[in-house]
């Protein structure tokens, strides 16, 4: 699905479950046995519903049995619950991609991310946690609101074995060098009373419960250069920047149908002109319109707030996981300044879209704009990582390719950048321009391996060897800057011109041919 769209879902906090309480699930505890040791998991189904039952509903119906802990990082988290790990005929290099075939709403609690706490794992995409699961072996707090929790394990005995495959030998890429001692044997579920000395139940860590404003708020982002009147009862979150199309703000408001209405603030540096970006949107939404997924009802330039900007309405067409759609309205507004473009979106369940709308055109007639302050341009990653820092941002073409930043290979790129190559000032400054380069031509090569499955088996293909070759640094010492640039960013540049140059030149070609066909 176009960037665009899936950036305006994945900010809304669109959440189309229904709080149900599962009181069964409050006295279920489930043992996984490994050959380190047995973990018993106990649940918290008042705060996470619908994950406690997904979970304890595919542990009944054995579905992680023979599964493996695929991915292990000693002093942060040990992973497992995909499928693909359980099966000897799907390579090693596709661990970490499998899942259910369905996903789950993200159901984010306030509970923090301490030691044996139980989360979920999942993409970028907040809504796409499906079976993958991870147990904090340190407490990793950054975590905390971005991942749902729905467990913690119990006994020391569960703890001293988190601690053997916290702590077991793995590969560059994370994976568990001997990974029959990580199987998951045997998972069951039994009731509470059936285990004897048992710790009491204690309520998990929880941080600061965030209460909703009474009254309007006033909000100045003097990085950005723009502040605005939020509506009295919603929240204005600054959420992690994910990807280079993800909002900076996001105001959310309370729930009134089966989602969260919300405001999101996406502002970019921009030397373009307000009417080249508006045609960069109509481009963007084509594939869309022509799918059916998007019917725009209208567009227009006006006045807002006495800036001159650009409004389009659509109407998106959703299939939750039981094939029931769903309509979502959105309303876009650009405005653009002299270097830079503000897009404000407003996005509702379309039954409750018009009811809404009025606290959106209330925002956008507060806003105002002045020169910024130096502007933070950097892309945080919100994936399940030992480091909180990303300054490099995210490999949109490897992500892409193996369909979720989860991956192995993702994870391999990302470590070998921020552990390698930027560890030196010279790598820092390298990879500063190198992301200028490569955000120029990465999102339309990754958005052509979306829709084309075939080219995007083949630039799996041909990653390989990249990976291969950017291996010779984890068996160097690179602690100084002759040394990065001799090592890395040689090896690096020696790949640029076969793996990323090559498929966006292809891309370029194809698209212009098309182009060149339908005139």
């Known amino acids: 699905m176009n960037k665009i769209i899936l950036s305006i ?29 047995r973990l018993l998991i106990e649940f918290f189904p008042d705060d996470a519903p619908n994950h406690v039952k997904n979970f304890v509903t595919l542990a009944e119906d054995g579905f992680y049995t023979g599964t493996i802990f695929h991915r292990i990082i000693e002093g942060f988290m040990i992973q497992g619950g995909d499928p693909k790990s359980a099966d000897p005929s799907v390579s090693m290099n596709e661990w970490g991609t499998g899942d259910p075939g369905y996903t789950i709403d993200a159901e984010f609690n306030n509970i923090e991310h301490k030691r044996g706490i139980v989360s979920m794992a999942r993409s970028n995409d907040p809504n796409s946690a499906g079976s993958q699961f991870f147990i904090v072996h340190k407490d990793s707090n950054f975590l905390d609101g971005q991942y749902t929790v729905f467990g913690r394990i119990l006994t020391d005995e569960s703890f001293a074995t988190l601690d053997k495959i916290a702590t077991m030998q793995t590969a560059p890429n994370d994976q568990p060098l001997e990974a029959w001692k990580v199987i998951l044997e045997n998972v069951q579920i039994i009731d509470r009373s059936e285990i004897t000395n048992l710790p009491e139940y204690i309520p998990p860590s929880t941080s600061e419960q965030i209460t909703p404003p009474t009254e309007k708020q006033n909000n100045t982002f003097d990085e950005y250069g723009i502040s605005f009147t939020s509506p009295a009862g919603w929240l204005v979150q600054n959420p992690p920047v994910t990807s280079p199309t993800s909002p900076q703000v996001v105001v959310v408001g309370p729930k009134t149908s089966t989602s969260m209405p919300a405001i999101s603030f996406r502002i970019d540096e921009s030397s373009k002109t307000l009417d080249e970006h508006i045609e960069l949107m109509r481009q963007s939404l084509e594939p869309l319109i022509e799918n059916n997924v998007l019917d725009v009802t209208g567009e227009t330039k006006t006045s807002i707030s006495n800036y001159l900007g650009y409004v389009i309405k659509a109407i998106g067409h959703f299939e ?5 759609e769903r309509l979502v309205g959105f309303s876009s507004v650009m405005i653009k300044d002299d270097n830079r473009i503000y897009t404000i979106q407003y996005t509702n369940n379309l039954e409750s879209f018009d009811l809404q709308e009025k606290y959106f055109m209330e925002t956008l007639d507060s806003i105002k704009l002045f020169i910024p302050q130096p502007m933070k341009t950097g892309i945080q990653n919100t994936e399940v990582t030992s480091d909180e820092s990303s300054e490099g941002g995210g490999c949109l073409i ?51 391996e979306r829709e084309n499955p075939v080219f995007k088996e ?30 890395g960013i040689g090896i690096i540049l020696l790949n640029i011109g076969m793996y990323f140059v090559a498929p966006a030149a292809a891309i370029i070609a194809i698209k212009n041919r098309k182009r060149f066909c339908q005139n």
Do not use: C, H, W
Request: charged share 15%; glycine share 6%.
């Open 9 to 37: 879902l994945s900010f809304s906090l669109i959440f189309s479950f229904t709080p149900l309480a599962f009181a069964e699930y409050e006295d279920t505890i489930v043992i996984i046995e490994t050959q380190q040791g």
């Open 320 to 324: 939750n996981a039981d094939g029931v």
């Open 398 to 448: 490897a992500t892409a390719a193996y369909g979720s930043e989860m991956a192995p290979q993702v994870q391999f790129l990302r470590e070998i950048r921020d552990n390698k190559v930027m560890t030196t000032q010279s790598g820092t400054t390298f990879m500063t321009g190198f992301n200028q380069f490569y955000y120029s031509f990465s999102p339309a090569v990754a958005d052509y």
């Open 458 to 487: 083949a630039v799996k293909v041909t990653l390989t060897p990249m990976l291969t070759s950017l291996t010779l640094l984890n068996y160097v010492d690179v602690d100084s800057e002759q040394e990065i640039l001799g090592y």
